[in-house]
């Protein structure tokens, strides 16, 4: 079955701290992966797509199919990136996706 | 540019009664979701549409009902209110491929 997995329901880091938020999948194929952010207040929104390589406000994250892993890195964590962050999956050409529980990540001054 | 909105932001409803969730894009998305969020569950698809006039359940959609009548509004109505359908309801649009959702700003709803 498929299965998007987030350990951890709170973070807690300094701020200047690395972050990393884990992420593990079930899937028999090739998954598209994603994160997904909701800051205090506001709407979930895309953070990051692995297909697209990117680093987004700092933050990268590495497919890993050996290891079925798809976590959330930032070297230097800030105080505005204390959110609730999700990771989420899609198989490509399908429309539904499958989301983590979700990591609430606080960054303490 | 609206994106995609939702309405109402909080309702309190009794049990037994019915509401309607609105929710209306202006992105031109052939696929809208309609997602529950449970505290420490996630988000679970309870219905989804791939254009208009066509809706398919997702994996929660008991007490649910959606119509897609245009692609603009994607409509979840909930006919007999119980306590177990206390959530945050979101709204989405797009997804296809790459490009991920654009999500709704919520609804949270209370059953009691």
């Known amino acids: 079955a498929q299965r998007v997995t987030q350990p951890e329901k709170l973070l807690s880091v300094f701020k200047g701290a690395p972050v990393e938020l884990k992420c593990n999948y079930s899937y028999s194929g090739s998954p598209e992966l994603f994160w997904y952010v909701q800051y205090s207040r506001q709407r979930l929104q895309l953070l990051l797509r692995h297909i697209s390589r990117e680093s987004i406000k700092g933050f990268t994250a590495d497919l890993n199919k050996g290891e079925t892993s798809f976590h959330l890195k930032k070297p230097f964590a800030q105080e505005e990136d204390s959110a609730m962050y999700y990771c989420?999956?899609?198989?490509?050409?399908?429309?539904?996706?499958?989301f983590g529980t979700g990591t609430r990540l606080k960054v303490l001054a | 540019n609206a994106g995609v909105t939702q309405t109402p932001k909080f309702r309190i409803l009794k049990i037994g009664q019915s509401m309607t969730l609105q929710c209306t894009q202006d992105?031109?998305?052939?696929?809208m979701y309609w997602y529950r969020q449970d505290p420490g569950m996630g988000l679970k698809l309870i219905y989804y549409?791939?254009?208009?006039?066509?809706?398919d359940k997702g994996e929660v959609p008991n007490g649910y009902n959606v119509s897609r009548s245009t692609t603009e509004d994607f409509p979840l109505r909930l006919e007999l209110a119980a306590p177990s359908q206390t959530s945050v309801y979101f709204c989405a649009g797009g997804g296809q491929g790459e490009s991920g959702y654009t999500f709704g700003s919520g609804t949270r709803l209370t059953v009691v």
């Open positions: 549409s791939v254009g208009a006039g066509i809706t």
């Open positions: 992105m031109n998305h052939n696929y």
């Open positions: 989420a999956l899609t198989s490509p050409g399908t429309y539904k996706y499958i």
